[in-house]
């Protein structure tokens, strides 16, 4: 699975859009972008996946970049409850269900 | 309703000792996980089964046992060989271990402290 970056750390006030960026350089052309969030001492939370187009779910959305080295989660209206570590994993869909998670993006969100 | 649960939350163990962390699901599935998570840290892969009376050594085995006798069931059991057994552990299901992996679900946790 190719290698994932994210910032350590990010603020964001309620209400406002959360931007939460990945980068992945090395991802190969058959792997999907995954975005998971996990609040504190709970499991892990599936929020978004995305090959090369541009993904909206209920949670989320998720732009790709054109070549695909990087991507960003959107939170449109961020709300305290969003305040978790999110996890971006770049792995092949095919590959099953062993997932590596790195060190995430820990999002404050601020009244 | 559905789901995967893990017991006990917390879970004190003293040095020396074998702990064994329950994980169960009623979910039929066939494949069960078991991860480690250090403070800050990502999720690491200890052992997988993908079906009954299967499992298979993940990325940081040592230390640590599964059985899978029964399909909804996946214990962990953290021997007195695991050198820092203080973590947070998670447990895992999907239909099976091709499945794509946004069919994963995870478990609350057990949180075990050696004192």
């Known amino acids: 699975d190719a290698k994932t970056t994210q910032p350590p750390s990010m603020d964001c006030a309620e209400g406002r859009a959360a931007n939460l960026p990945c980068n992945h350089s090395?991802?190969?052309?058959?792997?999907?972008v995954y975005w998971y969030r996990q609040i504190h001492s709970q499991g892990p939370q599936y929020i978004i996946h995305?090959?090369?187009n541009n993904e909206t779910n209920e949670m989320a959305s998720l732009i790709i970049t054109e070549d695909r080295k990087s991507s960003t989660l959107i939170l449109p209206h961020a709300t305290l409850r969003d305040t978790a570590v999110y996890y971006c994993?770049?792995?092949?869909?095919?590959?099953?269900?062993?997932?590596?998670f790195g060190g995430g993006t820990r999002l404050m969100v601020k009244p | 309703d559905g789901g995967i649960t893990q017991s006990p939350k917390y879970l004190f163990r003293k040095e020396g000792q074998n702990v064994t962390l329950s994980c169960e699901q009623n979910?039929?599935?066939?494949?069960m996980y078991w991860y480690r998570q250090d403070p800050g840290q990502g999720l690491r892969l200890i052992y997988y089964?993908?079906?009954?009376?299967?499992?298979q050594k993940g990325d940081i085995a040592e230390g640590y046992s599964v059985s899978r006798e029964k399909k909804e069931s996946f214990p962990l059991t953290v021997t007195s060989a695991q050198k820092n057994p203080t973590a947070f552990y998670l447990c895992?299901?999907?239909?099976?271990?091709?499945?794509?992996?946004?069919?994963?679900?995870f478990g609350p946790g057990t949180r075990l402290l050696v004192l």
């Open positions: 994993i770049v792995t092949k869909r095919s590959a099953g269900n062993m997932l590596t």
């Open positions: 089964s993908q079906i009954v009376n299967d499992f």
């Open positions: 895992a299901s999907s239909i099976d271990h091709a499945s794509p992996p946004e069919t994963q679900y």
């Open positions: 979910l039929n599935h066939d494949a």
């Open positions: 090395t991802i190969s052309g058959n792997e999907y």
């Open positions: 995305g090959l090369k």
